[in-house]
């Protein structure tokens, strides 16, 4: 089965810039896979971030954005806040019919 | 103002069976389709299926196909997730999410989540 991809970790610093990122053990990914974000804070379900690529969910702040980067899909946090500090899934949608989660990336603000 | 309320949290022993719902409110309920996530404790979401909810049209993760069923009574607006033999490494918390129906239209409203314990 496919396996999504994502940093475990990624650090930024207060009022920086990180671009987190979602492949693909074989192959790249594209718009055709619908790459989705979520944020997850501990203990709360998880909120749409982005979706179909670049689509921002409602009140979602333009800090957030996505795109493909190369082979992969791409999540830019720009402006980092502390409040930004929590885990971050993207997910892709197959061609079966099924949509796999990556691994998460947890974010440290520091 | 639209909603996913799920139903409330189980403790249950190996072997029991199981049905917890999602149930929406504030929008055409039959217009989209419903998710199923797990997150087991300290881990990652993990997708299991979707139904959409004017037909009943599903599709299983090959990890859950066969262990799962995902159901909908659109006659209350609800959907549900059962297990007719639940095992220890079901425990796990359970998020119903609510997705448009293209699937460009992508996942908008999250269901606060159900936790599942199963321990004998």
């Known amino acids: 089965q496919t396996v999504v991809t994502q940093e475990p970790s990624f650090s930024v610093s207060p009022g920086g810039t990180v671009t987190l990122t979602c492949g693909l053990s074989s192959g790249s990914v594209s718009s055709t896979y619908y790459p989705s974000w979520y944020q997850q804070t501990p203990g709360q379900a998880p909120r749409t971030l982005i979706y179909?690529?670049?689509i921002r969910s409602s009140g979602v702040p333009d800090r957030f954005s996505g795109s493909i980067l190369g082979n992969k899909a791409a999540l830019t946090i720009t402006g980092a806040q502390a409040d930004d500090e929590c885990d971050y899934y993207c997910?892709?949608?197959?061609?079966?019919?099924?949509?796999?989660f990556g691994g998460g990336t947890k974010l440290t603000v520091l | 103002e639209v909603q996913l309320v799920q139903s409330g949290a189980e403790v249950k022993k190996p072997g029991e069976s199981l049905k917890i719902s999602c149930q929406g409110s504030g929008y055409n309920f039959t217009n989209y389709w419903i998710n199923w996530v797990r997150q087991k404790p300290g881990k990652g979401l993990e997708w299991m299926g979707i139904?959409?909810?004017?037909?009943?049209?599903?599709t299983y993760s090959p990890s859950f196909q066969g262990q799962v069923t995902i159901s909908v009574d659109k006659s209350i607006n609800t959907a549900y997730l059962q297990w007719s033999s639940l095992k220890a490494s079901d425990t796990a918390m359970y998020y119903c999410?609510?997705?448009?129906?293209?699937?460009?239209?992508?996942?908008?409203?999250w269901g606060q989540g159900t936790l599942v314990t199963v321990s004998s």
């Open positions: 179909s690529t670049n």
């Open positions: 997910v892709l949608y197959m061609a079966s019919g099924i949509w796999v």
């Open positions: 999410a609510r997705r448009r129906i293209t699937v460009a239209g992508g996942i908008d409203y």
């Open positions: 139904i959409y909810a004017g037909d009943s049209d599903n």
